[in-house]
């Protein structure tokens, strides 16, 4: 019988895609979420039966215990933006990344891949760079031969980075972003499923790996490379951190007010975090060490932000004509 993974959060923006590469690669996979219901869509990614969504409430022993058994390995994509509330960092990055692992060894699961975030750092400028530390810290603790990923921003079809801005320019005369300056290193998401596959199929040595793309850019540049390839002219207006910390105080206030219901497009703890460069920092093996090549993102960003241009999908044939009527 094939090999069981059981990944958590295998229905969310990376999980989907390293649950895709396992399946192909011959594992039944096993997609812990908390609503099922909602992740039906990964049965597709393999024969009848392969890949399996099964609840999972990742804060209680008892629900984790049972998704773990009889597993062969573990990859851990759960994350969160919410620095209060059940799911706050402290419960998510700390607590759940610990019980995971501390999991994972109770009932013998060989090996662990857990996902946290480039900038992870115990002295960080936000608490989610902070949590993330304090996560990589735990999971090390009850198995210290994990393999642990840090991505930089991921870039992909189902992404909030460049999908919400390309969105905002669509619909706005003007693309307002916090940190315009902050240097990011964008990594496409199914490269850092490689990564994770690797981790989980033991090809990748224990210990950190930094994932960042080939290309280094700041803010406005990636928004300015986002317009072109939605062909709309929009200026980049960069605001200064202090409105930004301004905005994300006023939107958490909101939020309280509303029990949750008022939208969070910033907060303030991602106010903070823009603060800080988000790049390798050549400390720990990357993708040269998986023996991965990082995908350009030229290669994947016009095959999904297509649907932004101002004529959608027939933008290219309107170009191709007034080519051929010159």
């Known amino acids: 019988m094939s ?41 597709m990614y393999g024969h009848v039966g ?42 998510i990055h700390v607590d759940a990344a610990a019980r995971v692992a501390r999991l994972c060894l109770d009932q013998g699961v060989r090996r662990l891949v857990h996902v946290s975030a480039l900038g992870a750092d115990l002295q960080g400028r936000s608490e989610y760079a902070r949590s993330k530390a304090q996560g990589e810290q735990a999971v090390l603790e009850h198995m210290p031969h994990a393999v642990i990923l840090r991505p930089s921003i991921m870039f992909g079809q189902e992404d909030n980075f460049f999908n919400r801005f390309a969105t905002m320019a669509s619909r706005g005369p003007v693309l307002p972003v916090i940190g315009a300056d902050t240097a990011f290193q964008p990594v496409w998401v199914d490269d850092v499923a490689a990564a994770a596959a690797l981790g989980v199929n033991g090809r990748a040595a224990p210990g950190i790996y930094e994932l960042g793309g080939p290309e280094v850019a700041t803010f406005r540049e990636l928004m300015q490379r986002m317009l072109g390839v939605i062909r709309r002219r929009r200026p980049v207006i960069g605001l200064p951190f202090w409105l930004g910390s301004l905005m994300g105080t006023v939107f958490e206030a909101g939020r309280t007010v509303t029990g949750g219901l008022a939208p969070l497009p ?12 988000n790049v390798a920092t050549g400390r720990a093996p990357g993708f040269e060490a998986l023996g991965i090549a990082p995908t350009a993102m030229e290669s994947v960003l016009p095959d999904y932000l297509w649907r932004f241009r101002p004529s959608g999908q027939y933008a290219a044939i309107q170009e191709s004509a007034r080519n051929l009527r010159a």
């Open 3 to 43: 090999k069981l993974v059981t990944i958590f959060g295998g229905s969310g923006f990376l999980g989907r895609y390293v649950a895709r590469r396992l399946a192909k690669e011959g594992w039944r996979v096993r997609v812990a979420v908390r609503d099922p219901n909602l992740a039906g869509f990964v049965r």
């Open 50 to 91: 392969q890949v399996v969504p099964v609840a999972c409430n990742i804060r209680d022993d008892e629900s984790v215990r049972a998704v773990l058994s009889g597993a062969d390995a573990a990859v851990n994509c759960v994350g969160t933006f919410d620095r209060k509330g059940r799911n706050s960092f402290q419960a």
């Open 266 to 277: 910033v907060t303030r703890d991602q106010v903070a975090s823009l603060r800080s460069p």
